[in-house]
């Protein structure tokens, strides 16, 4: 279990190490798009996230941001501003960079050791069509705004779920690397083994082949004895004796080297095996340790993919509540308004209680005159109203609307109205210019 400890050591002492230095932030042009070069003292574990308000935050775990690295701007292209902070998350100094566009985009961070670069490019398929307003009977809502503090401790735990895998990705990557070399050391060992058994073989042949001398010379030998005992010279038996003996004790001399030999080949072929069988324990382990850091690798990953998810629902939920409660202000801000209305419009129907056909178009008209769906352009848009792509003054402009258009409400945000146009086309305005449809009608009664 060495690796999980290593592991269980580095996450418990990455609070005290010294962080490290953001250098640089910088801003480049690209074929289409621009590119965020961001450059550290040494390699950070880093996550992407997307804001609620459409804005990409990128987190550098264990860094803070230099004296060099500072907020940037531009005038024109995909990225207005990126914005350059410092945040503790998890007791863990950490570097934050807001990144803001003016329109929708794809993103990519590319990791070349210590050069994190984010490469933004325009969302060519452009964003999906916004969530028309909810009708008048919702409007008893619950107004209270949400807590962003559930969605940044998601954040927190995302972030700090990220790094732990990181860091166990690169456990596993050590311990591929130590099994690959277990197996080499294994191999190395069985082509040595392989060798030892080549020249045991040679060994014994060598052996076989000094017995059979040894045998032969014992032979010779009693045929010299024979010999002697017929009547050959004594000088000429003797001579051979001699030699015969002397070969004899060379043989065995030579005989008694090779079961050395063999003997010591034995206790290498022993040695060959208790470290081939230690190698195989020691892969075996390390298998272990592998698949154990593999299933932690997965388990991690799950709590990744649920933190994700709890997030998403959070943002969702902080989307539908602000929607929600901008609705509910804009119905209590018109609420003096509708009774207004209701006055003049009961008056001007009791003036008119004469004539049967007048009073039918009255009623007929109570229901356009107190919704909020149809909006006109006021006379203060003179001469035109900007029709934009985004709720920004920095979006372009697409078309000038007179004044007198009667447009169609969609989504309503702090100071910007989503409408359709007569030709279909939906777009942002300024709400300040836009007056209830009801108002244009009372005026041509």
């Not at 279990?1 to 609070?15: E, H, K, N, T």
């Not at 264990?62 to 060099?68: D, F, I, T």
């Not at 989307?319 to 804009?330: F, I, V, W």
Request: charged share 30%; hydrophobic share 35%.
């Amino acid at each position: 279990m060495l690796f999980i400890a290593a592991a269980a050591a580095r996450s418990q002492d990455s609070g005290s190490r010294l962080p490290v230095e953001v250098q640089s932030v910088e801003m480049s042009e690209a074929s289409a798009g621009e590119d965020i070069v961001i450059e550290a003292a040494s390699p950070v574990d880093w996550i992407a996230d997307l804001e609620p308000d459409g804005s990409l935050v990128v987190f550098l775990s264990g860094s803070v941001p230099g004296p060099e690295a500072l907020d940037l701007s531009s005038a024109n292209g995909l990225v207005s501003t990126v914005g350059v902070g410092f945040t503790v998350v998890g007791g863990v100094p950490t570097t934050r960079l807001a990144i803001r566009t003016r329109s929708s985009f794809r993103y990519r961070v590319v990791e070349a050791g210590r050069r994190l670069t984010v490469e933004m490019r325009p969302d060519d398929q452009g964003t999906p069509a916004p969530t028309p307003l909810p009708p008048a009977e919702t409007r008893s809502v619950e107004t209270q705004p949400p807590a962003e503090s559930g969605s940044r401790g998601l954040r927190d735990e995302l972030l700090r779920v990220r790094a732990q895998a990181a860091l166990l990705e690169r456990e596993l990557s050590t311990s591929r690397g130590d099994l690959e070399e277990a197996r080499r050391a294994r191999q190395s060992l069985e082509a040595r083994l392989q060798e030892a058994d080549r020249q045991s073989e040679t060994y014994r042949e060598r052996a076989s082949s000094l017995h059979a001398d040894r045998l032969r010379l014992i032979e010779e030998l009693r045929e010299s004895r024979a010999e002697v005992a017929h009547g050959v010279s004594t000088d000429v038996v003797a001579e051979a004796t001699e030699d015969a003996e002397r070969r004899l004790a060379e043989s065995e001399r030579a005989v008694r080297g090779a079961q050395e030999e063999v003997t010591e080949l034995r206790r290498r072929l022993e040695q060959v095996e208790s470290s081939a069988t230690a190698s195989s324990g020691t892969e075996k382990r390390m298998r272990e340790e592998l698949e154990q850091l593999r299933g932690e690798l997965a388990a991690s990953r799950s709590s990744e993919e649920r933190l994700r998810s709890e997030l998403a629902t959070t943002r969702s939920d902080l989307e539908r509540t602000t929607g929600e409660r901008s609705l509910a202000d804009q119905a209590i801000a018109n609420d003096a308004g509708d009774r207004a209305v209701s006055d003049a419009l009961r008056r001007s129907l009791e003036e008119s209680r004469s004539s049967e056909s007048d009073l039918r178009r009255w009623l007929a008209r109570a229901p356009a005159l107190l919704g909020i769906e149809s909006l006109v352009v006021g006379d203060a848009a003179a001469p035109c109203l900007s029709f934009r792509p985004a709720p920004s003054t920095d979006s372009p402009v697409l078309d000038c609307i007179e004044p007198g258009t009667v447009l169609s409400a969609l989504m309503m945000r702090p100071d910007w109205m989503r409408v359709r146009l007569p030709d279909r086309r939906e777009g942002w305005v300024s709400q300040q210019y836009l007056e209830p449809a009801y108002k244009s009608e009372m005026a041509e009664l």
